[in-house]
């Protein structure tokens, strides 16, 4: 009897310190940001859903976004000081696939570039008739609080339903980041928004031609 009560006394004083550290961290989803409301330069051209008829449309471009293996995971990636050492934010997450939120974030700042011409832009997986297909492929987009983010992406531009490409290039830029990895998300926000102007001036000149 002894015995089987100081057992007893033993497990219970084994499981209390577990008891008081079996709350996790709450975890922190991030998404990409357009960084402003892409309804304002539309203000001046009518919805599509409101159009005539015979209203001529303008541009229509599909965007295929691809993403290297380490990013496509939950996880915000913190890039080591050296630059070749990586953690992931098991606490801080996307709130979607990161290609998905690229995505999202070029097709709306090419949307607000289209809009005067009456043109669109929208994601290459929702079979719409395009008459353009810009295609990145992302190889960096990551950094560190209290240090830098960058991004690196190759593009290319063309006809939707042609084989040769008419415009390709290389986009690298980074930019400060703040202290928490709130700022991360935002800085990596700003560079895709930087990536979006860089392609809608492409896009731009290939038309004019």
Do not use: K
Request: hydrophobic share 50%; net charge negative.
């Amino acid at each position: 009897m002894i015995a089987r009560s100081f057992l007893c006394a033993a497990v219970l004083a084994a499981t209390l310190p577990l008891a008081g550290c079996g709350r996790s961290p709450a975890t922190n989803f991030y998404m990409f940001s357009p960084l402003m409301p892409v309804t304002a330069p539309l203000s001046s051209a009518a919805p599509v859903s409101t159009l005539a008829a015979d209203t001529e449309p303008g541009p229509q471009v599909a965007v295929i976004v691809g993403v290297p293996a380490y990013l496509d995971r939950p996880q915000m990636v913190v890039r080591g000081g050296n630059g070749v050492s990586v953690r992931l934010g098991d606490y801080h997450q996307w709130s979607e696939p990161v290609a998905d939120g690229v995505t999202r974030v070029l097709c709306d700042r090419l949307c607000a570039a289209l809009a005067p011409a009456r043109g669109l832009a929208f994601p290459l997986r929702a079979a719409l008739p395009a008459e353009w297909r810009i295609s990145v492929d992302i190889a960096r987009l990551d950094g560190s609080p209290d240090g830098e983010a960058t991004l690196e992406a190759l593009w290319t531009l063309g006809p939707a339903q042609g084989a040769a490409e008419t415009a390709a290039g290389r986009f690298t830029s980074r930019i400060p980041v703040g202290s928490d990895m709130a700022a991360l998300a935002e800085a990596e926000s700003v560079l895709l928004v930087r990536l979006a102007e860089t392609l809608a001036t492409e896009l731009a000149n290939v038309m004019r031609r």
